[in-house]
């Protein structure tokens, strides 16, 4: 896939923001970037045609524009019709949304273990930052795929995560193979 140089730049600020911890400057990096959402959304291709996991889920596209042990920068496509389950990052995350609405619920650490704690909808032009504890699952609504940039302040394929059983908000080692399991049809 082919970015703009726009988004060129954008990564390039962003890795010595991300050197020194600074989420606020690659949120307003971001917040920047998508100001213009539907102007950069016009610059960003779309993916072809995007084949279902192993289980048959068709959940989006994923292009990482950059990776390394500071950054992981990509564009993620969200389809409509999954609720994917709740994950954390073990990192910092800043999403913002260029195209279309990403449902995210979150969910919160106690004592006893993980439960529901708040949803949110990120329209086109949206921006938002997870902690390094911060636990979410997103979907897109019926009809509106989602678009956005997600940016994290680490490696996200090296990092050690956790996903959380849907229904029983278990803990789990997170993997490719274990996250198509727990993906849920959208009601």
């Not at 993916?47 to 994923?62: A, D, R």
């Not at 329209?123 to 994290?152: C, F, K, M, N, T």
Request: glycine fraction near 8%; include cysteine.
């Amino acid at each position: 896939m082919e970015l703009s140089q726009e988004f060129d730049a954008f990564v390039e600020a962003c890795i010595p923001l991300a050197a020194n911890a600074d989420h606020a400057g690659v949120q307003r990096l971001l917040t920047d970037l998508i100001s213009d959402h539907a102007d950069f959304a016009a610059n960003v291709p779309q993916f072809g045609e995007v084949k279902p996991s192993p289980l048959g889920w068709t959940l989006g596209g994923e292009y990482v524009h950059h990776t390394s042990d500071e950054l992981t920068v990509m564009v993620l496509d969200t389809l409509p019709g999954v609720l994917q389950p709740p994950h954390d990052h073990a990192m910092h995350a800043i999403i913002g949304v260029f195209q279309g609405c990403e449902e995210q619920r979150f969910f919160a650490r106690t004592n006893t273990g993980v439960v529901p704690a708040a949803g949110r909808t990120l329209e086109a032009g949206d921006v938002v930052v997870l902690g390094e504890q911060a636990i979410h699952a997103i979907s897109a609504p019926p009809g509106q795929p989602a678009r956005a940039v997600h940016v994290y302040f680490g490696d996200i394929y090296a990092a050690e995560r956790s996903l959380f059983d849907p229904d029983t908000l278990e803990p789990l080692p997170y993997t490719a193979e274990r996250y198509d399991e727990l993906c849920r049809p959208a009601s």
